[in-house]
């Protein structure tokens, strides 16, 4: 029997139109250019607005649009989807389910992951254990988020940091030995005071109330976050490295969570790592939640080279927080 790993072999992304900027902020809260950049590596993110589309939907179908024509296969070819979203259209109705529908992937059974910024980073450990099983040979992970529709856009804390995006990798069988390695995956249910949105769920259904008291927006503790950020993305990439025998040499690039550039020089300097390794995006689109790592994986492709070795790194809301070991598996 061959021993098979699971591989990516294509990639696709997707981001909206609208840019806004660090100084379109300053007309709406109280910031600035400088404060944002020095804090965050921030100068701009994207925006999904209503005359181009709408709903996370929108922006993981264009993800998988341009991975399905970079790649060249037909959707029925489909297995598996998983769409990584902590902002799905509905909570009762499927994004992932809308999604096959839309591109046609007629034989593929789908549902969606939710676990806030790390979703993405679960669902390559989740994508790849189907791929492993034997039973599915080509799983499409989407990560996705829509993060404008719940930032409170008077709320300077927050809304300087996230942005709107989408981005897909297709998981396929290798026998070369390339593709997922290793992974080491965590949670603690503290986290949950700490970075939230309070009202919607079945804890706090949607009222009156709830609508009044600006409870449907994200919120965050901005300095417990940091610090359980700073401390567990870069122990989970060292925890990674020492398992495999990894020295900063031996990695090609970390592929980090978008959250907070000071997070990730936090990780990249823990794993020895030069700043010329360390995939790079924040600047450009903010923190997009669940699409941040896919969203690097496209924007880099043309850098990678089959057999680099990649260290996958996140932390998000819950608190949820790992880091993967990928070997790439194409030029």
Same mark, same amino acid.
């Given at each position: 029997?061959?021993?098979?790993?699971?591989?990516?072999?294509?990639?696709? +992304?997707?981001?909206?139109?609208?840019?806004?900027?660090?100084?379109?902020?300053?007309?709406?809260? %109280?910031?600035?250019?400088?404060?944002?950049?020095?804090?965050?590596?921030?100068?701009?993110?994207?925006?999904?607005?209503?005359? %181009?589309?709408?709903?996370?939907?929108?922006?993981?179908?264009?993800?998988? %649009?341009?991975?399905?024509?970079?790649?060249?296969?037909?959707?029925?070819?489909?297995?598996?989807?998983?769409?990584?979203?902590?902002?799905?259209?509905?909570?009762?109705?499927?994004?992932?389910?809308?999604?096959?529908?839309?591109?046609?992937?007629?034989? +593929?059974?789908?549902?969606?992951?939710?676990?806030?910024?790390?979703?993405?980073?679960?669902?390559?450990?989740?994508?790849?254990?189907?791929?492993?099983?034997?039973?599915?040979?080509?799983?499409?992970?989407?990560?996705?988020?829509?993060?404008?529709?719940?930032?409170?856009?008077?709320?300077?804390?927050?809304?300087?940091?996230?942005?709107?995006?989408?981005?897909?990798?297709?998981?396929?069988?290798?026998?070369?030995?390339?593709?997922?390695?290793?992974?080491?995956?965590?949670?603690?249910?503290?986290?949950?005071?700490?970075?939230?949105?309070?009202?919607?769920?079945?804890?706090?259904?949607?009222?009156?109330?709830?609508?009044?008291?600006?409870?449907?927006?994200?919120?965050?503790?901005?300095?417990?976050?940091?610090?359980?950020?700073?401390?567990?993305?870069?122990?989970?990439?060292?925890?990674?490295?020492?398992?495999?025998?990894?020295?900063?040499?031996?990695?090609?690039?970390?592929?980090?969570?978008?959250?907070?550039?000071?997070?990730?020089?936090?990780?990249?300097?823990?794993?020895?790592?030069?700043?010329?390794?360390?995939?790079?995006?924040?600047?450009?689109?903010?923190?997009?939640?669940?699409?941040?790592?896919?969203?690097?994986?496209?924007?880099?492709?043309?850098?990678?080279?089959?057999?680099?070795?990649?260290?996958?790194?996140?932390?998000?809301?819950?608190?949820?927080?790992?880091?993967?070991?990928?070997?790439? +598996?194409?030029?």
């Amino acid at each position: 029997m061959n021993k098979f790993s699971a591989a990516i072999t294509a990639v696709g +992304a997707y981001v909206p139109n609208f840019v806004l900027t660090n100084k379109m902020l300053e007309d709406m809260v %109280e910031t600035n250019d400088e404060w944002i950049t020095t804090r965050t590596g921030i100068k701009e993110r994207r925006i999904l607005k209503p005359e %181009e589309g709408e709903g996370t939907s929108y922006l993981a179908i264009k993800a998988t %649009e341009d991975l399905l024509q970079k790649k060249a296969i037909d959707p029925k070819e489909i297995d598996l989807i998983l769409v990584a979203t902590a902002t799905p259209d509905m909570f009762v109705a499927s994004t992932a389910a809308l999604l096959a529908s839309s591109i046609g992937a007629t034989n +593929a059974f789908s549902y969606d992951l939710h676990a806030a910024c790390s979703s993405f980073l679960y669902g390559m450990s989740t994508a790849a254990a189907y791929i492993e099983s034997g039973r599915y040979k080509k799983v499409l992970l989407v990560g996705a988020d829509k993060m404008s529709s719940i930032v409170d856009y008077t709320d300077r804390t927050t809304c300087i940091i996230f942005g709107d995006g989408a981005g897909a990798v297709l998981f396929e069988p290798n026998t070369e030995g390339l593709g997922l390695q290793d992974e080491y995956l965590r949670s603690d249910g503290v986290g949950r005071n700490f970075l939230k949105m309070d009202a919607g769920g079945s804890l706090l259904p949607a009222s009156e109330e709830t609508v009044k008291n600006r409870q449907h927006f994200i919120y965050q503790d901005g300095k417990t976050v940091f610090k359980f950020a700073v401390t567990n993305m870069a122990d989970a990439a060292a925890k990674i490295m020492e398992r495999n025998d990894l020295e900063g040499d031996d990695v090609a690039w970390l592929v980090p969570h978008q959250a907070n550039k000071r997070i990730i020089d936090a990780t990249s300097n823990r794993m020895g790592l030069d700043s010329s390794k360390v995939m790079m995006n924040i600047q450009r689109y903010g923190n997009t939640t669940s699409a941040t790592l896919p969203l690097l994986l496209n924007d880099y492709e043309g850098q990678l080279k089959k057999g680099d070795k990649l260290v996958f790194a996140a932390f998000g809301g819950g608190f949820t927080w790992g880091s993967i070991y990928l070997k790439w +598996a194409y030029n």
